[in-house]
């Protein structure tokens, strides 16, 4: 074979497994799992937006507590977290199991005397670290961050 018709062959080959990667439902899952954002045309879904709520509420109160301010205010909102639509494929009996884990932290953590607040929200942070271990780890090193040291 000629020099030209060897490389021809080489980048056609080449693109052939680019072609095929592209297409493994594995990288694409592993993607998935990695990101928490499935490629969703119709933008993104009520679940992410309120995961978004709650790492802002997390992120808040971990803030507070290192300080030892006040609590942010919280108005019960995430009680729908089970029933919301993802745009994630889940085991929905999965996902609600470990919803209601984290939502009686939640009610507990605002009922708290301040001294338990830290201890209890640490427990909350692991009920979010619980979830996501089995769902998309992706948020997993921002999570991480919320746990507050005693
Ligand atoms: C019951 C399981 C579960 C719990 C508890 C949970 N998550 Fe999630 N989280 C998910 C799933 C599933 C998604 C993907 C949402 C979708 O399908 O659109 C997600 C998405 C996210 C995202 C990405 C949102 C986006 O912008 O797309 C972040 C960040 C996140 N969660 C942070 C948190 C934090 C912080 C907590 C705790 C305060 C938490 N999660 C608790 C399962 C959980």
Same mark, same amino acid.
């Given at each position: 074979?000629?020099?030209?018709?060897?490389?021809?062959v080489?980048?056609?080959?080449?693109? !052939?497994?680019?072609?095929?990667?592209? *297409?493994?439902?594995?990288?694409?899952d592993?993607?998935?799992?990695?990101?928490?954002? /499935?490629? %969703? /045309?119709?933008?993104?879904?009520?679940r992410?937006?309120?995961m978004?709520?709650?790492?802002?509420?997390?992120?808040?109160?971990?803030?507070?507590?290192?300080?030892?301010?006040?609590?942010? /205010?919280?108005?019960?909102? !995430?009680?729908?977290?089970?029933?919301?639509?993802?745009?994630?494929t889940?085991?929905?009996?999965? !996902?609600?199991?470990?919803?209601?884990?984290?939502?009686?932290?939640?009610r507990?953590?605002?009922?708290?005397?301040?001294?338990?607040?830290?201890?209890?929200?640490? %427990?909350?942070?692991?009920? *979010?670290?619980?979830?996501h271990?089995?769902? *998309?780890?992706? /948020?997993?090193?921002?999570?991480?961050?919320?746990?507050?040291?005693?």
């Open positions: 074979m000629k020099k030209h018709t060897l490389i021809l080489a980048s056609l080959s080449m693109g !052939f497994a680019t072609l095929y990667s592209s *297409c493994d439902n594995g990288s694409k592993k993607a998935e799992a990695e990101s928490c954002t /499935p490629l %969703n /045309p119709n933008g993104d879904s009520e992410a937006l309120l978004r709520e709650m790492t802002r509420l997390a992120e808040g109160n971990a803030e507070a507590l290192r300080k030892g301010g006040d609590l942010l /205010p919280y108005d019960g909102e !995430f009680e729908k977290l089970a029933s919301t639509t993802g745009t994630m889940v085991d929905e009996a999965f !996902f609600k199991a470990m919803s209601e884990g984290y939502l009686v932290h939640l507990e953590l605002y009922k708290a005397a301040p001294e338990d607040r830290i201890r209890i929200h640490n %427990n909350l942070i692991q009920s *979010c670290q619980d979830c271990a089995q769902t *998309c780890r992706g /948020p997993l090193k921002r999570i991480d961050k919320m746990i507050v040291n005693i």
